[in-house]
């Protein structure tokens, strides 16, 4: 009886294996997609930071200084400010002069 046992086991693990191999490959489109519009979030954000350091790079190159806050690129540097992806933020470092978006 104890190889039996030994046997039912070792079964029992080939099926598990089984469908969770199965279940991967039916997961696999979903995973795809979540990771097809985190990166799209991820790009959108990319894209308007870096929109805006070019602005302050203009702003500082116009006005011989750099902007204390965002607000002062308005109108002539930027139309106006860009909206961000639902629970981001744009953070302005006066320290470093760039703009990032951060997670609220």
């Known amino acids: 009886m104890a190889m039996l046992t030994g046997c039912g086991e070792k079964a029992a693990k080939k099926t598990t294996q089984a ?5 991967n490959v039916v997961d696999a489109p979903l995973n795809y997609l979540g990771a097809v519009v985190e990166a799209k979030k991820h790009a959108e954000n990319v894209i308007d930071v870096s929109y805006i350091n070019q602005d302050i790079q203009m702003f500082n190159a116009s006005e011989g200084r750099y902007p204390t806050n965002l607000e002062e690129l308005i109108p002539n540097y930027l139309g106006r ?3 961000v992806p639902y629970g981001y933020k744009l953070v ?11 997670p609220k």
């Open 92 to 102: 302005y470092d006066t320290n470093t002069y760039t703009v990032r978006a951060v």
């Open 19 to 23: 469908v969770n191999a199965v279940s």
């Open 81 to 83: 400010m860009p909206e």
